[in-house]
C-alpha cells in the first residue's frame, strides 16, 4: 500500500486534474490510504494520526504558500501571481494528509521494539552492523514510546487549564463576535507557542542520552568467529 | 539506611551541584537538559566532538538520578541481556535473566516497556542492571540513591552496595542532604501556624479504568488496563497520598489532573466551584519543556490580579521564612535553579483557581530542609487562596503535617486478567 507514495506508480498516471492542484490519483490514492488506516488501526488510533498530520501539514502549506505571496508582492517572482503557485501548495497538502498518516500507521504496525529484542538475543556476540541498527533504534523508539507520550502527558496537563479557562471566556462572550474572534486568536498564538517548545523539548529530549547509549552500545561483546 | 551507607555517600547542597558531580564521573556524556536549551546544545556539541570510543575502555555501572533514563534500552529483558553479555554471563547459562529478574522481583515485567514501569519496578531494574555489571564495571555511581527507593525496596539496594563492597569496586553514591533521612517531618522544622490550618474537599473516583502502557502504543501490542476500586471520601488539606513504590500514586494524580486518559469519574470536589486540578510532576524538569523562567510565567493572572513572579516571589519568601531567613541559591550562571523552577510551576497552577495542587513527591531534586520549607510555603500561599493541597509521598516525612491522609495499594499484577485488567488499585483513608 505504502510502495506508491515512494516510486509514484500508479498514482501519477492519473494526471488529470479535478480543480487545479487536485490530481484523480493523489486524491484517490489520499482517501484509499486513510480508509485503509482508519480500518486497520481502529477509531481510536486513527483521529490521533490524522491530528498529527493536520497540524504539521498545515503550518508548512499556509507558511509556504504566504512565503510566496510574499514574494509575490515584493516582485521578486512568480509574476503572474497566486495562480502560478496554489496549485502546487494544494497538491502539497494532499500529498502530506496522505504520507504522513502513512508513515505514522507504519510506526504503529511495525514491531521495532521486537528488532532490539532480537539483536541482543544472541549466545556469539553483536556485530558492529548490530550495533549500529541497535543505536538507531534505541533512538527511534526512544523518541516514539518515550519522547512524545512524556511531552503529551505534560500538554494534557496544561490543556486541562487552558480549556476551562476558554470555557469560561466562551460563558462570558456568548454572542460576541469580537469576544470570539480573541478567542480564536488566543487559541492560535497557543498553539503555536506549544509546538515551538514540543520541537525544542522533543528535539533535546530525543538526543540527551545519545552519547551515553553509544558508549555502552559500543561495549556490547563483538561476533564470535 | 545503615551507617556504612551513609558514610560511602556524598551529600550536596543542591540538586545542580549532584548532577555537576555525576556528570564528571561519567565523563560528561550527559548534557545537562536542567540549565535550558542553550547549554544543553555547547554540551551536546563538546561530547559530539569528543571520540566516544576512548570511553569504551572505561567499564562504569551507573543509575542516574532519574533511573529510567540511563537504562539503553527498550525492555527489562534487553537492559539485563545487554549486561549480561558484557558480564559474558549470558551465554553461559539461558535461563541468566530469568534468575536476575527472580532475584529483584521483575519476573512478570521483562517485556515490558520501561516508559510504562512504575518508579519502585525501574529502581529494582536499575539495581539489577548494576548488580550484573559488577562482574565487569571498575565502579559504581549512583546519583540520588535514596529518593526513589521507598522502605521495601531498600534492601535491593543495600545488597547492591554489599556485592560492590566485597568485590572492592570503588563506589560514589551521591545524594542530596537528608535525602536518605527516615524521620517525619518535627514541629521545629515545619512552621507551627500551619499545622493548625486545614481546608475541607472531597475525592470521587467511580468505574475508574486506566489503559496502561504508553498513550502511542503499537497497535500489534495488547492493550491492558488497571483498574481502581470506587472510592469516595471527605479529607482535608493538606492531605497526603502514601503507598510503597509501584503502588499506582502518579497513576492516581496523572488521573485527576487529566494528564492520561481514563475512563470513569475521577474528582477533587470542593464546595465553591474551581478550576482543574493541577499536578506538579515528580520530574519538573521534563515539565518545563526547556521554557525559560520568563515563558513559564505565561501570561496567567489571579482573580486578585496577582501575576505568577509575585505569587513565585512570594512563595520563596515564604520559603526563606520558614527556613528561618536563610536565603535560597540565586540563578547559576544565568539559569534559574531547580528550586525556583519549582516555585514557578506551582506559582502558575496556583494563578489559574484550581481545584487543588497536587504535588508528586515533593522532595525529588531537594534536600530534606529544602523540600520541608518549600512544602510549608506552598501550604501557606495555597491555603491562603482557599486552595487544597494533595501531597503524594513513599516517604515517611510527611504524616506529621498531613491533616488526613489516604494509602494507596494494589492487587497482585495478573497478566491476561478479568477483562484485559492487570491489577486493582485500591485506596483507603487512614
Excluded at chain 1, 516582485?75 to 502546487?88: R, W
Aim: include cysteine; proline fraction near 5%; charged fraction near 20%.
Amino acid at each position: 500500500m505504502a510502495v506508491p507514495s515512494f516510486a509514484g506508480y500508479p498514482v501519477t498516471l492519473f494526471e488529470a486534474e479535478i480543480l487545479d492542484g487536485i490530481a484523480y490519483g493523489w486524491t484517490i490514492y489520499f482517501l484509499v490510504i486513510n480508509f485503509v488506516i482508519l480500518i486497520i488501526t481502529g477509531k481510536n488510533f486513527f483521529p490521533s494520526v490524522l491530528t498529527i498530520a493536520v497540524l504539521i501539514a498545515m503550518p508548512v502549506v499556509f507558511v509556504g504558500a504566504a512565503i510566496s505571496y510574499l514574494i509575490f508582492l515584493l516582485g521578486l517572482g512568480y509574476p503572474a501571481g497566486p495562480a502560478a503557485y496554489s496549485a502546487h501548495y494544494v497538491s502539497l497538502c494532499i500529498t502530506m494528509l496522505t504520507v504522513i498518516p502513512l508513515a505514522l500507521s507504519l510506526v504503529a504496525i511495525i514491531p521495532f521494539q521486537d528488532f532490539e529484542q532480537s539483536m541482543l538475543n544472541t549466545t556469539s556476540g553483536v556485530s558492529k552492523i548490530e550495533k549500529w541498527a541497535l543505536m538507531f533504534l534505541r533512538v527511534f523508539n526512544h523518541i516514539v514510546f518515550f519522547v512524545i507520550p512524556t511531552i503529551v502527558e505534560t500538554m494534557r496537563e496544561e490543556a486541562q487549564y487552558k480549556k476551562w479557562v476558554d470555557s469560561s471566556v466562551e460563558a462570558s462572550s456568548a454572542g460576541l463576535l469580537k469576544g470570539k474572534l480573541n478567542l480564536l486568536v488566543r487559541r492560535f498564538t497557543a498553539l503555536i507557542k506549544d509546538m515551538t517548545q514540543v520541537g525544542v523539548e522533543g528535539i533535546c529530549a530525543s538526543i540527551q542520552y545519545i552519547p551515553l547509549w553509544a558508549v555502552e552500545i559500543s561495549q556490547l561483546p563483538g561476533r564470535s568467529k | 539506611m545503615s551507617d556504612s551507607v551513609q558514610l560511602a555517600t556524598e551529600y550536596f547542597t543542591s540538586y545542580e551541584q549532584r548532577e555537576q558531580a555525576f556528570r564528571d564521573s561519567v565523563f560528561s556524556l550527559i548534557p545537562r537538559k536542567y540549565s535550558g536549551p542553550r547549554l544543553f546544545w555547547n554540551d551536546f556539541t563538546n561530547v559530539s566532538l569528543e571520540d566516544l570510543a576512548a570511553f569504551s575502555g572505561h567499564r562504569l555501572a551507573y543509575i542516574t538520578s532519574n533511573p529510567r533514563d540511563g537504562l539503553a534500552f527498550g525492555t527489562p529483558w534487553q537492559v539485563l541481556r545487554a549486561a549480561g553479555l558484557c558480564a559474558r554471563d549470558a551465554n553461559q547459562s539461558s535461563g541468566f535473566v530469568q534468575n536476575v529478574a527472580r532475584e529483584f522481583d521483575l519476573v512478570d515485567l521483562l517485556d515490558q516497556p520501561i516508559r510504562t514501569l512504575s518508579g519502585g519496578e525501574t529502581v529494582r531494574l536499575a539495581l539489577a542492571k548494576a548488580s550484573v555489571a559488577a562482574a565487569y564495571a571498575e565502579r559504581l555511581i549512583i546519583a540520588s540513591p535514596f529518593s526513589w527507593l521507598s522502605r521495601e525496596n531498600a534492601h535491593f539496594f543495600q545488597r547492591l552496595f554489599e556485592c560492590y563492597r566485597r568485590s572492592d569496586h570503588p563506589l560514589r553514591l551521591l545524594a542530596l542532604q537528608g535525602e536518605d533521612s527516615d524521620k517525619p517531618v518535627t514541629r521545629e522544622e515545619f512552621p507551627e501556624s500551619l499545622l493548625n490550618d486545614f481546608i475541607d474537599f472531597g475525592l470521587h473516583l467511580k468505574n475508574l479504568q486506566i489503559p496502561l502502557g504508553s498513550s502511542f502504543n503499537p497497535i500489534y501490542s495488547r492493550r491492558t488496563h488497571a483498574g481502581v476500586a470506587d472510592f469516595e471520601a471527605s479529607l482535608q488539606s493538606p492531605c497526603l497520598m502514601v503507598g510503597g513504590n509501584g503502588r499506582g500514586k502518579s497513576l492516581i494524580a496523572r488521573i485527576l489532573a487529566g494528564a492520561i486518559s481514563f475512563k470513569g469519574q475521577a474528582a477533587l470536589t470542593r464546595a465553591q466551584k474551581p478550576g482543574p486540578p493541577r499536578l506538579l510532576f515528580q520530574d519538573v524538569i521534563t515539565q518545563t519543556l526547556l521554557r525559560s523562567f520568563e515563558s513559564l510565567a505565561g501570561s496567567t493572572r489571579c482573580d486578585n490580579g496577582l501575576e505568577p513572579h509575585e505569587i513565585c516571589r512570594e512563595l520563596l519568601t515564604e520559603f526563606r521564612a520558614a527556613r528561618g531567613g536563610q536565603d535560597i541559591q540565586g540563578p547559576v550562571a544565568g539559569f534559574r535553579s531547580l528550586l525556583e523552577v519549582k516555585a514557578m510551576l506551582v506559582a502558575v497552577r496556583l494563578c489559574g483557581r484550581p481545584g487543588a495542587i497536587i504535588l508528586d513527591e515533593p522532595d525529588w531534586g531537594l534536600t530534606r530542609t529544602a523540600a520541608v520549607a518549600l512544602v510549608a510555603a506552598i501550604v501557606k500561599v495555597a491555603h491562603s487562596c482557599g486552595i487544597p493541597i494533595l501531597l503524594i509521598s513513599h516517604k515517611p516525612w510527611w504524616r506529621p503535617i498531613a491533616k488526613s491522609v489516604i494509602r494507596v495499594d494494589r492487587t497482585p499484577k495478573i497478566l491476561n486478567g478479568a477483562g484485559g485488567s492487570a491489577f486493582e488499585i485500591r485506596l483507603r483513608c487512614e
